[in-house]
């Protein structure tokens, strides 16, 4: 059963994408930004936008099931994921009682997210592991299917393009992704920030396509993608707050 996701949009009306890759135009090349949860009992905002930054579809999933189907049915050139989507370098699993855990619970990546003056919430705290697993789980799905993947933070990514975040205001954080660009999102109805998370992920995709987007650490298991800064520009760019990031 479709939860929330038929209320906002059908999967059956979103038409079917030509293939991916050199037979797809540059300016129909899509893609997916999932702003995950941990897990069903949770809404995942889902945004599927066009070369032109336009919203094709903005809906929240429930279930795995829904998020597989929509990616089939799009066909994207590239999927953004707000979550980690793989485990620190040296563990095996998220067992806090296995031997690996002496290799602690953030990931190069994080660190060098901490390091350049963001803050990202280590990716096996305790609070984190659910979200980790999924995303891992999400990841490995779609790496078997074919797709490209890419691991984003929106609070990071609002940050540098100086988008206030959906804690300062959801209007400013919907106002902001227009000025950036983004065009689309639906006026007739209430707009959750799940879905305007997803929605940056989405625009984060677009600029990794068009070249226009840096990597934080080690591309390993994915890159983790952010727009890129200008020469000198400090990171957590919302004044006088460093970022704070997390699914």
Do not use: W
């Not at 897990?39 to 099931?65: E, F, H, Q």
């Not at 934080?216 to 460093?242: I, K, N, Q």
Request: proline share 9%.
């Amino acid at each position: 059963m479709l939860s929330d996701f038929v209320r906002n949009t059908d999967i059956s009306s979103i038409p079917s994408a030509p293939a991916t890759g050199p037979d797809r135009p540059e300016a129909g090349r899509l893609v997916v930004g999932i702003d995950l949860r941990s897990g069903p009992r949770y809404p995942t905002g889902i945004a599927v936008m066009d070369a032109s930054r336009r919203l094709r579809t903005l809906a929240v999933v429930r279930d795995d099931v829904e998020i597989d189907a929509l990616i089939a049915r799009v066909a994207p050139d590239l999927v953004a994921v707000d979550a980690p989507l793989g485990l620190p370098e040296g563990r095996c699993c998220t067992t806090p009682s296995c031997d690996c855990a002496r290799y602690g619970i953030m990931r190069a990546a994080d660190r060098a997210c901490a390091a350049a003056g963001f803050r990202p919430f280590p990716t096996l705290l305790p609070s984190m592991v659910k979200l980790t697993e999924r995303g891992i789980a999400l990841h490995a799905r779609l790496n078997a299917g074919g797709y490209d993947v890419i691991e984003v933070y929106p609070g990071m990514a609002q940050d540098v393009l100086r988008i206030p975040r959906k804690r300062a205001s959801l209007d400013g954080l919907r106002r902001g992704l227009k000025r950036a660009g983004v065009r689309g999102i639906p006026r007739g109805r209430r707009v959750t920030h799940d879905e305007l998370d997803a929605a940056t992920c989405a625009l984060v995709a677009q600029l990794h396509l068009a070249g226009a987007t840096e990597t934080m650490g080690p591309c390993d298991p994915v890159p983790l993608v952010l727009p890129r800064r200008s020469a000198g520009e400090p990171a957590g760019t919302s004044p006088g707050r460093p970022a704070t990031i997390g699914g």
